[in-house]
């Protein structure tokens, strides 16, 4: 093999490895399986790669704020709080499904018609966070949309950080 061949595969290799840390590409293939699991409404490989309690708790927490910011007497707020609970893990089993999160799949390009991207065009689109988990981004310079967490091993997702609208529930 020639050395003129040799060094620009080396050099892409490096600059991988600089970009594209360990966490990134470990994730890479379990948020692509979530991806792929939402865009063919596939609900056992959906729940496999969804942390419900952490969603549930993230949606109890959203509740709890707007509940303590609102201009309503301290009795409602009381009551809002008490409730916080219950209506978070009745809304996490509407929403914390693949239909619901089709809009987000499109909008990281896993539609019916497209082809699936690899896991290192996967990795690219995720960054790594201080805590060890990692976050979906459009691009770098982006807000995190989705987090996930390694949880024995597979990535999960355990926080949905996108605006609301993009959660479509399916008339039925």
Request: aromatic share 6%; hydrophobic share 45%; net charge positive.
């Amino acid at each position: 093999m020639k050395l003129a061949a040799i060094i620009p595969a080396l050099v892409a290799t490096l600059a991988l490895g600089a970009c594209a840390t360990t966490q990134r590409l470990s994730a890479a293939p379990d948020v692509h399986a979530l991806l792929v699991s939402i865009r063919d409404d596939d609900r056992q490989a959906f729940d496999a790669h969804v942390d419900r309690r952490a969603l549930e708790a993230q949606l109890q927490a959203r509740l709890v704020a707007r509940t303590r910011d609102t201009d309503m007497a301290d009795g409602w707020k009381a009551l809002g709080l008490a409730l916080s609970g219950p209506v978070a893990r009745v809304a996490g089993n509407l929403l914390i499904q693949p239909d619901v999160f089709r809009a987000v799949a499109e909008y990281y390009g896993y539609r019916p018609e497209t082809p699936i991207p690899n896991s290192f065009l996967v990795a690219g689109a995720l960054r790594a966070l201080p805590d060890g988990r990692v976050c979906a981004t459009r691009r770098h310079d982006e807000r995190c949309l989705m987090t996930f967490a390694d949880e024995g091993g597979t990535w999960r997702l355990v926080g949905f950080d996108g605006d609301a609208a993009m959660l479509r529930m399916r008339s039925r």
